[in-house]
């Protein structure tokens, strides 16, 4: 069928819930995944990472876990804030040995959280 | 630390103008990239460099787009001519040595409205 452009996942959480935000990813030899925030007007952000080597890592307020079996990331955001609302993005470094074009973004999850 | 810094920050032309965008890297960063952001494709990587040197141009989109970093603290993207599809947030990152290249620092874009 026709496009008619990219629609991004929709998250709608409560404030003071907890959100997950999941990204799939293809490359099983990616070795690397960052997670970012974009707000609007404004550039991605790092949240946080983790390497193929731990399936969890801990922030503050966030926890990234990494299922290398099914291939999946997920990000948990603890006790939601209003300035937690923007665009999520998954990142892969393919393990080329370095190089940009061995990070991949996924195409983003709108968080929105309701007062 | 001051960051990402891009100007302009919002850019309307008509379609055959040239367009100027330009770039301050994070002051001791050795990498800079160019991506550009639609709804369409996402973020896509346009351009990278090292030490001034471009090391990947594959994914400049044809012979109207082009780039340079003079020097260790400034970059520009080119277009010219200009046209409606180019229309889209570009955004510029810096990331520092460290062998593999993993963490971006994103600046805050450039919206560019081709007329």
């Known amino acids: 069928g026709e496009s008619v452009g990219l629609h991004l996942p929709t998250l709608s959480v409560q404030e003071g819930d907890n959100s997950i935000i999941n990204c799939a990813y293809s490359?099983?030899?990616?070795?690397?995944f960052i997670w970012y925030k974009q707000e609007s007007g404004k550039g991605p952000q790092f949240i946080i990472d983790?390497?193929?080597?731990?399936d969890k890592r801990q922030g503050q307020r966030v926890t990234v876990l990494l299922n290398k079996t099914v291939k999946h990331l997920s990000l948990q955001i603890a006790a939601t804030q209003p300035g937690d609302s923007a665009v999520y993005f998954c990142?892969?470094?393919?393990?080329?040995?370095?190089?940009?074009?061995?990070?991949?973004f996924g195409k983003g999850t709108h968080l929105i959280i309701q007062p | 630390d001051a960051g990402v810094i891009q100007s302009p920050r919002h850019e309307v032309t008509e379609m055959g103008q040239e367009v100027t965008l330009r770039c301050k890297p994070i002051?001791?960063?050795?990498?800079l990239f160019w991506y550009r952001q639609t709804m369409m494709r996402g973020l896509e990587l346009l351009i990278y460099?090292?030490?001034?040197?471009?090391?990947?141009d594959s994914g400049m989109p044809e012979d109207r787009f082009s780039a340079k970093m003079p020097n260790a603290s400034f970059s520009t993207l080119k277009i010219q001519p200009s046209e409606p599809r180019d229309s889209a947030v570009y955004f510029c990152?810096?990331?520092?040595?460290?062998?593999?290249?993993?963490?971006?620092?994103f600046g805050s874009g450039t919206q560019l409205s081709v007329l």
């Open positions: 990152a810096s990331s520092p040595t460290g062998g593999t290249i993993e963490k971006l620092f």
């Open positions: 490359n099983s030899a990616s070795d690397y």
């Open positions: 983790i390497r193929s080597n731990m």
């Open positions: 990142a892969e470094n393919r393990g080329s040995g370095g190089g940009a074009d061995g990070l991949t």
């Open positions: 002051s001791g960063h050795d990498y």
């Open positions: 460099f090292n030490n001034n040197v471009p090391i990947d």
